[in-house]
T-cell receptor
Framework: DAKTTQPNSMESNEEEPVHLPCNHS???????IHWYRQLPSQGPEYVIH???SNVNNRMASLAIAEDRKSSTLILHRATLRDAAVYYC??????????FGAGTTVTVRA | NAGVTQTPKFQVLKTGQSMTLQCAQD?????MYWYRQDPGMGLRLIYY???????DKGEVPNGYNVSRLNKREFSLRLESAAPSQTSVYFC????????????????FGPGTRLLVL
């Protein structure tokens, strides 16, 4: 499994963008990069995924480096409801999501 | 459409007792999973079922058994609970959908908080 490195924590002010980096330098060529988040006292929820191109959805944007060794999840305007642990997960569609410690995002009002 | 449901929400056991955690999904997903999450850590996969009738070990299967009862239900059994099994247990299901470019994205239940004394 590819190893990932994420900062332990990040803070943001409400309504400001949040950029969450993830290093996955050992990712295989066919692994997608999935992001999940876990709100306090809840199960994780899917956020976004991508392979090579940048991706956008209603929750976030995902910017993937050209060499695919890193990616950045972008929350365009953080709200208090975005306070969560964010997990970056290289995934080969083999059923096994491997969760690391993730990045704890704190949003200040 | 309830998604993934888990029962019970909270349970206290004594060492050596047994119990079964129940999980059901109503999304017609083929695959189902059991994870555990210890305080301050990420989730670890215990067992998964890629399809009805199959089960496979994950990262931390020791001390657990599973049953894929039908397509909807996947249960996790602790035969003889130990304090080291104190954790939050999450069930999930997944299926390939066109909305996610045919990637298997997982949908999680609310969790069962288990305390073993």
């Amino acid at each position: 499994d590819a190893k990932t490195t994420q900062p332990n924590s990040m803070e943001s002010n409400e309504e400001e963008p949040v950029h969450l980096p993830c290093n996955h330098s050992t990712i295989s060529g066919t692994d997608y990069i999935h992001w999940y988040r876990q709100l306090p006292s809840q199960g994780p929820e899917y956020v976004i995924h991508g392979l090579t191109s940048n991706v956008n959805n209603r929750m976030a944007s995902l910017a993937i480096a050209e060499d695919r060794k890193s990616s950045t999840l972008i929350l365009h305007r953080a709200t208090l409801r975005d306070a969560a642990v964010y997990y970056c997960i290289p995934f080969s569609n083999d059923y096994k999501l491997s969760f690391g410690a993730g990045t704890t995002v704190t949003v200040r009002a | 459409n309830a998604g993934v449901t888990q029962t019970p929400k909270f349970q206290v056991l004594k060492t050596g007792q047994s119990m079964t955690l129940q999980c059901a999904q109503d999304m017609n997903h083929n695959s189902m999973y059991w994870y555990r999450q210890d305080p301050g850590m990420g989730l670890r996969l215990i067992y998964y079922s890629a399809s009805e009738g199959t089960t496979d070990k994950g990262e931390v299967p020791n001390g657990y058994n599973v049953s894929r009862l039908n397509k909807r239900e996947f249960s996790l059994r602790l035969e003889s609970a130990a304090p080291s099994q104190t954790s939050v247990y999450f069930c999930a299901s997944s299926g390939r959908t066109g909305t996610h470019n045919n990637q298997e994205t997982q949908y999680f239940g609310p969790g069962t908080r288990l305390l073993v004394l």
